[in-house]
């Protein structure tokens, strides 16, 4: 469980996925100012892993450690599964080769290099050792890889695709509007992020729109991974004398012992949670309704757990085939990952020619320059590795998370509030 603390840098950062309808932009791969060169001219004859009916995709992820990261293979099963049912792309059924790296490098290094032997691309891979396999990708420029990456390295190699780029700044947005309703405790703030290397990009995009927004930070805490008692940082803030508490750097297994403590020790700041407390598990764990009415969430994507289902038809569709192919499993941020990775090879893939080989799709992907996933998520610039302005506000109402003063989906922005910048700190 606390292993999750290692990839708080992407669960924070916004969301973004494909379709088939989705806002299309199309360029010359190598072209196109992004900076990417094009793919190898021996991808163009490379077509392994592909038959006239199905292409098989590899997907490696951390499933020890209790199942850590399995959500990002059951997210690329059921998008597969989707589009199977729909008769596949171009008649060609998307076949995952799953594989788990069992938490160790030398294994994940190995499964990649698997599926660059026998996969025609991998796909919603997600590992906390994926440097490791960032190698191999490296080594392999024309194999195509469709994943959310928490190596910032790996993440920017040329055949290196993601749904969740890592831009390295933060939204100008929800921090202006916390600062109107909160004009007086913006100047007491406090924070904890994670120690770990991969947290700091995200908090140092995010403290400097704050300090230049005037927000005043008196205490950032250090979580370490194996953390589940938080009663000193409690006791520590509250004698600093924060007022408001911003934790969208913590998943939901750290933010759940935090608010626990803050219930024991009478402290209730106004607190704002982040995309990875966004979960089904945390009022529960966090020790009911009571603990976590109130809380505020700011994040990229929909309500996706099913507060949108009604009125953002993806997010109905996503939540339906990840019970059929996984029935009862208990949807989280790296379900959605697999999902969303899923789509942006298939969206590609349909553009790839009547013969795909691994360079064209790597030729088709550098196409896709901007999407929204019919609205499950705002709009993000995989090709350019870049992030929208838009965001969505939440609240915890009744045990529930609901939206708060965003627009309808129905309106132009699709139901993201699309004020303000996002902004990158000097130098990134």
Request: aromatic fraction near 10%.
């Amino acid at each position: 469980m606390g292993a999750l603390g290692m990839v708080m840098l992407v669960a924070t950062t916004a969301v973004a996925c494909s379709s088939t309808n989705s806002t299309t932009n199309t360029t010359t791969a190598g072209s196109n100012g992004t900076g990417r060169p094009p793919p190898p001219a021996s991808a163009f004859s490379d077509h392994t892993g592909i038959t006239s009916t199905q292409v098989k995709v590899g997907n490696v992820a951390t499933l020890a450690v209790g199942g850590l990261f399995k959500g990002a293979q059951v997210g690329t099963q059921a998008y597969a599964a989707y589009v199977n049912s729909t008769g596949g792309v171009n008649g060609r059924r998307i076949v995952v080769d799953a594989g788990d790296d069992n938490f160790t490098g030398a294994t994940n290094k190995q499964a990649t290099q698997n599926a660059v032997s026998n996969d025609f691309a991998s796909v919603g891979s997600f590992s906390l050792q994926d440097s490791f396999g960032g190698v191999v990708l490296a080594q392999n420029p024309g194999f195509p890889d469709v994943s959310v990456k928490l190596d910032l390295h790996t993440g920017k190699l040329p055949n290196v695709y993601s749904a969740v780029p890592a831009a390295g700044g933060w939204q100008e947005g929800p921090l202006q509007y916390f600062k109107a309703k909160f004009p007086q405790e913006i100047g007491a703030v406090g924070t904890l992020i994670s120690n770990l290397p991969s947290a700091q990009p995200g908090w140092n995009g995010e403290k400097y729109v704050m300090d230049q927004l005037g927000y005043k930070i008196l205490y950032v805490g250090q979580v370490a991974v194996t953390q589940s008692d938080f009663t000193q940082n409690v006791i520590t803030m509250k004698n600093d004398g924060v007022k408001l508490l911003v934790i969208d750097q913590l998943p939901e297994n750290y933010a759940a012992p935090l608010i626990q403590a803050m219930t024991q020790q009478n402290f209730h700041p106004i607190t704002i949670l982040g995309a990875a407390a966004y979960s089904n598990l945390l009022v529960n764990a966090a020790g009911g309704p009571s603990a976590v009415n109130g809380d505020y969430l700011s994040q990229n994507s929909s309500l996706y757990l099913g507060g949108d289902a009604t009125t953002i038809p993806a997010v109905a569709t996503f939540l339906h085939w990840v019970d059929m192919v996984s029935p009862g499993f208990r949807v989280d941020l790296f379900t959605l990952y697999g999902w969303l990775s899923a789509e942006l090879f298939a969206q590609a893939f349909a553009n790839a020619g009547t013969n795909p080989s691994r360079g064209s799709e790597l030729q088709a992907l550098d196409k896709v320059t901007s999407f929204n996933g019919n609205n499950i998520i705002a709009t993000t610039y995989p090709v350019t590795r870049d992030l929208s302005n838009c965001y969505l506000l939440g609240q915890v109402v009744s045990g529930n998370f609901q939206r708060l003063d965003d627009p309808p989906p129905t309106g132009s922005t699709n139901g993201y509030r699309c004020n303000y910048q996002y902004v990158k700190p000097p130098g990134t």
